[in-house]
């Protein structure tokens, strides 16, 4: 299957679907993540805090796709914030990955207290002139804090990942990164932890056009040209997430999910929310 994509100001393609890692580790998590390849997902998504960069290198070693068609994304944590600690950490997700170059590397969190982002981003665009990364973004990034890396750098993000669901659509946001050429991803974009799967107006949406709630949710996403990346270690709902490229939900489904806005489901304000 091919995956629609959508492409950042500097170049930079992702499918409008990848896959997330968050909790798949060890044997079962490389073969959920093998699975998931050969399904049709080309876009990997780990971190160093999800503990499981050794079981994504083991998965790159075993795909039966060149690496060349894989995007593999990973996430610098908090505590490494810094010139020096994030060039050190980066060479640690490397090794873990198994891999001479990352194809997409993110700042996890931007933990404004410690104010050593802009330091990290600068060693983040030396890694891309040194050939060792392919795009740099961020992740959970406010519009102040954007503008400020590119006030400081010149350089803005190719992505930010944010908490993104029909709860939360990050409107204004955004459109900021429209107005750029950043690309929006979505974390937890089914909504994790929350009841959205059983809203009965997603449910009635998904009765017209015979597909599930979580295949209305993700053609939301990606009918907004979004980039979703659910996580799922179960075979069939990894297929049936992918499935969402041959209908289309009309102007009245999506407006109708509009109204569903409520807040973040995790109050994990950037502002305020850190993590190490």
Avoid at 26 to 37: F, L
Avoid at 178 to 184: K, N
Wanted: with cysteine; hydrophobic share 40%.
């Amino acid at each position: 299957m091919t995956v629609p994509t959508r492409t950042a100001h500097d170049g930079v393609t992702l499918p409008l679907i990848g896959l997330g890692t968050y909790g798949l580790n060890g044997d079962e998590g490389v073969a959920a993540m093998r699975g998931a390849i050969e399904s049709g997902y080309r876009l990997i998504d780990t971190a160093v805090n999800y503990g499981n960069e050794e079981a994504v290198g083991e998965v790159i070693r075993q795909s039966p796709v060149p690496r060349e068609e894989l995007i593999i994304a990973t996430k610098l944590p908090g505590r490494h914030h810094g010139f020096d600690e994030t060039m050190a950490s980066f060479e640690e997700s490397r090794r873990r990955l198994g891999v001479d170059r990352i194809d997409l590397y993110l700042i996890h969190w931007p933990n404004p207290s410690v104010n050593r982002y802009v330091d990290s981003w600068q060693a983040m665009i030396e890694l891309v002139a040194d050939g060792l990364v392919g795009s740099i973004g961020v992740c959970n990034f406010t519009q102040a804090m954007l503008e400020r890396l590119g006030s400081s750098t010149g350089v803005l993000p190719s992505v930010n990942q944010v908490e993104l669901h029909p709860y939360f659509s990050q409107g204004p946001l955004r459109e900021f990164h429209e107005a750029h050429g950043i690309l929006t991803q979505a974390w937890s974009p089914l909504g994790r932890k929350s009841d959205l799967l059983d809203h009965p107006v997603l449910a009635d949406i998904a009765s017209t056009h015979g597909v599930s709630v979580t295949q209305v949710v993700l053609r939301w996403h990606v009918q907004q040209g979004i980039v979703a990346i659910p996580k799922s270690g179960d075979a069939e709902r990894q297929r049936q997430n992918l499935a969402v490229f041959d209908f289309a939900l009309s102007d009245a489904d999506m407006e109708r999910i509009g109204s569903l806005e409520r807040g973040r489901i995790w109050g994990a304000d950037p502002d305020t929310h850190e993590e190490m």
